[in-house]
């Protein structure tokens, strides 16, 4: 199988940007697979997303074989508070298991310590990282990561990794390169360095800020951001209704064309919650 370059990322399946009703979900799916997209990203933490891709992915495999695709979730984040976290080496195990269960496999290709800023140091690289190791030796995980937004601390924990000589396979950033964040191709060379097979680059729209839609209102953005990336679709739809709305063009496909041009990055991931997208 050869791995695209454009991976789907699935949270926009737990409903966080509007309706995604399991016939939609497996629409997408089935699109996406269908056009050459072979990962599927994914996490307990967004509430039903798991369920739904797995229900979808199952559902679809006649067509798309396990073999023609791989599933990337994560693990330790459960909800939105810090006591929602569990980086214990026994929930470690359990959440894997729950985790195929839910997406109906019996191996998982990349599991991802969920949002690793939000965790003591030590919880991650002495606990929760080693316990994935160990389900990899077992054949139970292929490859192991981390996720995350600050660069700084994903480097730092690549890096203790890489010294302790097991280096990480994968690391996901969101957020960071984008039309208002270039930040990421700064890190990649480092991340390299520390021994990273595997760079993600997620949420080229920076979580719905750049799609020209209403901002979601949990979004953490400035509001300063905010009236920029409005100004900025002002600006777009002028241009638009100028040509006569004859030309294709929108703030989400301005703001994807830039984040797909970090040729450094293995994987690009991006939401879309129906084929449409």
Not at 36 to 54: A, H, M, R, V, W
Not at 71 to 90: P, V
Not at 241 to 256: C, H, P, R
């Amino acid at each position: 199988m050869i791995q695209s370059k454009i991976g789907l990322g699935c949270g926009v399946f737990s409903g966080a940007y509007g309706p995604a009703p399991q016939e939609a979900v497996e629409d997408t799916v089935r699109t996406a697979l269908s056009r050459g997209i072979t990962l599927f990203d994914t996490s307990p933490y967004y509430n039903d997303s798991e369920i739904k891709l797995g229900a979808a992915l199952l559902a679809l495999r006649t067509e798309f074989p396990r073999s023609t695709y791989k599933i990337c979730t994560k693990l330790g984040r459960y909800g939105l508070h810090k006591a929602n976290f569990d980086y214990s080496a026994e929930r470690v195990v359990a959440s894997v298991h729950k985790s195929m269960q839910r997406l109906h496999v019996d191996y998982l290709d990349i599991v991802l310590c969920h949002d690793v800023e939000f965790v003591d140091f030590d919880q991650v690289v002495d606990v929760a990282l080693p316990k994935l190791f160990e389900l990899k030796q077992q054949g139970l995980v292929r490859q192991v990561g981390i996720s995350g937004y600050p660069l700084d601390v994903l480097l730092r924990i690549a890096q203790t990794q890489n010294q302790r000589g097991c280096p990480l396979d994968v690391c996901l950033s969101y957020c960071n390169f984008n039309l208002h964040c270039q930040l990421l191709s700064t890190y990649i060379p480092l991340l390299r360095d520390a021994g990273v097979k595997t760079i993600i680059s997620a949420s080229p729209l920076s979580m719905g800020l750049l799609s020209q839609d209403t901002t979601p209102e949990w979004h953490p953005a400035s509001p300063e951001l905010k009236a920029a990336v409005s100004q900025c679709a002002e600006l777009v739809n002028t241009y638009t209704e100028q040509n006569g709305g004859n030309v294709e063009i929108s703030l989400a496909k301005i703001a994807e064309s830039f984040a797909f041009s970090l040729a450094e990055a293995d994987i690009h991931l991006v939401g879309a919650k129906n084929s449409n997208e």
